[in-house]
């Protein structure tokens, strides 16, 4: 069932009126029949995946909190064994085995280990990450093993937050299944807005994008280096919309039933560096990987080489997190790279545009113009069907040469229009915070005809299935 | 008193709730209404495109052979060959993208104002797999739904809620408010040359064959299959003369595929002549015949129609019904 479908229009509509109707001491049992429902619409049978792992961390919780110090670490190992082997056999198995093939093949030997054909259960990576954050603060003793197992298993499968985040950390969510969460009339609307705008990104500008990404992806070695680099710029706004309209969708659901969850993106596209970039993008995850990845590697407080390799691993780590491919693996090598260089620049004092200090102004653009250039610049191996498209791709953007294949104007013309009307909304927000606003206008009239105009652009230029496509005739 | 009643509303949430929401909606459906029905007017004011082309198809061509089918019957038929030799006026139907569905639901348009003499279908390879994009791309017909009875059980396969979702107004114009403002513009006839629907491809595909090993075999959607009988039994029920015909292609197959297998046994059972040219050597060994694999081009289509119109003329020995 996905956010912007239509049974999860009534799926919500029934869930949340039956939210404020039941007594309140029952709603963590409501939440989590409704996310088992949730849960299952995808593939019914992968629940007693998830039902396995919430017992193992349910009870190491309890055993970690009450066992000696030895003991708690080997409670903790096997917890995480547990939830990185499930990701593993599910995620990583195929991909594992064919590399080891492709070793063997390089030795003129044959593979005997099969291959399994199961499909990806949906949100794996965000729930394990989830679950293993909970035995992980409970081990470190900042935060109280839960003893109430429907509670600890709804933290686990809350489903706003179950398929796509954000992620997140115990202290912030499971005191919140116990909170009395009142009928608030302005909280509801603001949950609401934030749904709407999330159906927006995701439906006007995501999946808008994709149309002309997935047909130039799809077949790279016919398009010119121009149309790749349209393509790739387009596919940095179509992720941006598609996960934050997502987030957007889950907080706005939580939000509606008194939940607050944790902020994902934080306009990534005006960070000033790739550092500010991972503070703003995807935040659950990078915090997730610092508080328990990078700290634990010993961050910086090691030497120089080593923290420069601290943060190439935890960024292969994230890149692997993304998906069992190389191309993902490369996508985060590349991340991690651009960090250890503006770390080593700034250690030399090699600032490239420092003429630009006397304009403030043209140095921030300049700035962000080329974080984002660094960004697109990455994100062609997170998109590439393969690392052998990858580099056809790379090679025929610095070519920069040929006309950009318009083969359907209008989705272009609302392509352009979408990302603009998205920058417009964004710019505001971070320079403009103060001045007015028709979408948090105090007038209730102005604020009213805003969120409808939102409905009728999403209506008018919403893609709402397949029925929009490009066909491209080389 | 207004005020008093609204400190009282205030005092109760639920009720404060549904009022806000009840004004929300007043004001969403008032957009909705408006916006909806002004797109309509200009919708079915256009004098070209391709909108224009499926309301001209399902609305008002009279012509005496209709051709059916996807791009490949847009691009293949080339109208004037049609009607110089079997003289007889000719209108090409196909359009990009779109397949059995969207063909019957435009067939039964034509049909409830005349019956025409011949129809061509054109059948592409694994017409009959399942695939969600062919049940998507019934938004080409949402314009119709509330004007053409006739087609709302083919729309209505689209979703299990396209009912609801067509309440509103402005949804059947989803993503067409471009299209409409060209197809209301002058420039947009010259923008896109056809001729009775037949759209010429110029440019010639000068590669080498190519051969396509990939697996042939894949789920039959029996709900396609059957949308393909319906018409078949439609055409016959209107006494009119059908073909079905696979056109050619600049790719060696090497599985035969099953939908055309299906379809021609199907064609068979009813008496209709199905005629196979996927593979015919006047093409497949010409490559500048086409413009890209799929897809003749303007040299290709004419050779192509010459030889299809001369089959018809065999076939029925120059009778039309």
Not at chain 1, 229 to 244: E, P, R
Not at chain 1, 437 to 449: A, E, L, M, T
Not at chain 2, 280 to 308: C, E
């Amino acid at each position: 069932m996905l956010f912007d479908s239509f049974p999860f229009v009534i799926f919500f509509i029934i869930v949340t009126s039956l939210y404020f109707t039941i007594p309140y001491q029952w709603r963590w049992f409501l939440l989590l029949v409704a996310s088992c429902y949730f849960y299952m619409a995808f593939i019914p049978i992968y629940i007693l995946i998830l039902g396995f792992t919430i017992v193992i961390d349910y009870f190491a919780g309890i055993y970690i909190e009450d066992a000696t110090l030895s003991k708690r670490k080997i409670l903790l190992v096997i917890s995480l064994v547990a939830n990185i082997g499930v990701l593993s056999i599910f995620k990583y198995y195929n991909f594992l085995n064919y590399n080891f093939s492709y070793i063997l093949h390089g030795f003129d030997l044959t593979n005997p280990i099969p291959y399994l054909s199961i499909l990806l259960p949906i949100g794996l990576s965000f729930h394990t990450f989830q679950a293993m954050s909970y035995t992980i603060e409970v081990y470190r003793g900042n935060q109280k093993a839960e003893r109430h197992f429907g509670i600890y298993a709804l933290y686990v499968m809350f489903y706003p937050q179950l398929v796509a985040g954000p992620i997140e950390r115990p202290q912030n969510l499971l005191h919140q299944f116990r909170e009395k969460h009142m009928f608030e009339v302005e909280r509801i609307i603001d949950g609401l807005e934030l749904m709407l705008w999330g159906l927006f990104k995701k439906l006007v500008i995501a999946d808008r994008l994709a149309i002309y990404v997935n047909a130039v992806y799809n077949h790279p070695r016919e398009h010119t280096g121009m149309t790749l680099i349209l393509a790739t710029i387009f596919f940095a706004f179509q992720i941006y919309c598609d996960f934050s309209g997502y987030t957007d969708i889950a907080r706005g659901v939580a939000r509606v039933m008194g939940f607050k969850l944790m902020m994902n993106f934080n306009r990534p596209y005006f960070a000033r560096s790739i550092s500010e970039f991972w503070k703003r993008w995807h935040i659950s995850l990078s915090t997730w990987f610092k508080d328990y990845l990078y700290i634990s590697l010993g961050g910086n407080r090691v030497s120089v080489p080593r923290w420069y390799l601290n943060l190439l691993i935890v960024f292969i780590i994230s890149g692997l997190w993304h998906g069992a491919n190389w191309t993902f693996i490369i996508w985060g090598a590349l991340n991690g790279f651009y960090l250890v260089f503006a770390l080593i620049a700034e250690r030399y004092k090699l600032d490239v545009i420092s003429q630009m200090k006397k304009y403030p102004k043209l140095n921030r653009l300049m700035q962000i113009l080329i974080t984002f250039v660094l960004t697109c610049f990455a994100w062609i191996f997170f998109r590439a069907n393969n690392v052998s498209d990858a580099f056809v791709i790379v090679k025929k953007i610095f070519q920069f040469k040929g006309p950009i294949n318009i083969e359907n104007p209008s989705i272009m013309i609302y392509s352009i229009f979408s990302i603009l009307f998205l920058l417009l909304v964004e710019a505001r927000q971070e320079y403009y915070r103060g001045s007015f606003s028709f979408f948090n206008s105090q007038n209730w009239i102005i604020r009213n005809f805003s969120y409808a105009l939102l409905i009728i652009l999403i209506l008018l230029f919403g893609v709402f299935d397949g029925g929009q496509f490009i066909y491209f005739q080389f | 008193m207004v005020n008093f009643s609204m400190e009282k509303i205030k005092k109760s949430p639920y009720k404060y709730f549904a009022l806000k929401c009840g004004i929300f909606f007043v004001i969403v459906f008032c957009l909705d209404f408006t916006i909806g029905n002004t797109l309509r007017y200009f919708y079915f004011k256009q004098q070209s495109g391709l909108e224009y082309r499926t309301t001209y198809s399902i609305e008002k061509t009279m012509a005496a052979v209709v051709v059916f089918g996807s791009s490949k019957a847009n691009h293949h038929y080339q109208p004037n060959i049609f009607t110089r030799e079997l003289n007889l006026s000719f209108y090409n139907a196909g359009r990009d993208g779109n397949f059995i569905f969207y063909h019957y639901a435009v067939l039964e348009g034509i049909l409830k104002r005349y019956s025409p003499k011949i129809i061509i279908l054109d059948f592409t390879r694994s017409e009959f797999s399942r695939d969600q994009n062919n049940y998507d791309r019934i938004s080409a017909l949402l314009p119709y739904y509330r004007t053409h009875k006739e087609m709302r059980n083919i729309i209505e396969l689209k979703d299990p809620f396209e009912k609801i979702k067509l309440v509103s107004s402005i949804y059947p114009f989803n993503s067409l408010f471009l299209t409409i403002a060209a197809g209301n513009a002058q420039f947009n006839k010259t923008r896109m040359f056809d001729n009775k629907g037949y759209i010429p491809l110029m440019n010639e595909w000068l590669r080498s064959v190519a051969t396509d090993t990939s697996s042939a075999t894949y789920t039959i959607d029996s709900v396609t299959m059957n949308v393909y009988k319906s018409f078949i039994a439609d055409c016959l029920r209107s006494k009119v003369s059908l073909y079905v015909i696979c056109s050619p292609y600049f790719i060696k197959y090497a599985h035969t595929d099953s939908s055309i297998q299906l379809a021609q046994q199907i064609a068979k059972e009813n008496g209709v002549p199905f005629l196979d040219y996927s593979e015919n050597s006047t093409f497949i060994d010409n490559s500048k015949l086409f413009a890209d694999p799929s897809h003749l081009n303007d040299n290709g289509a004419k050779i192509f129609s010459y030889m299809l119109a001369d089959s018809i003329r065999k076939i029925s020995n120059g009778k039309f019904p």
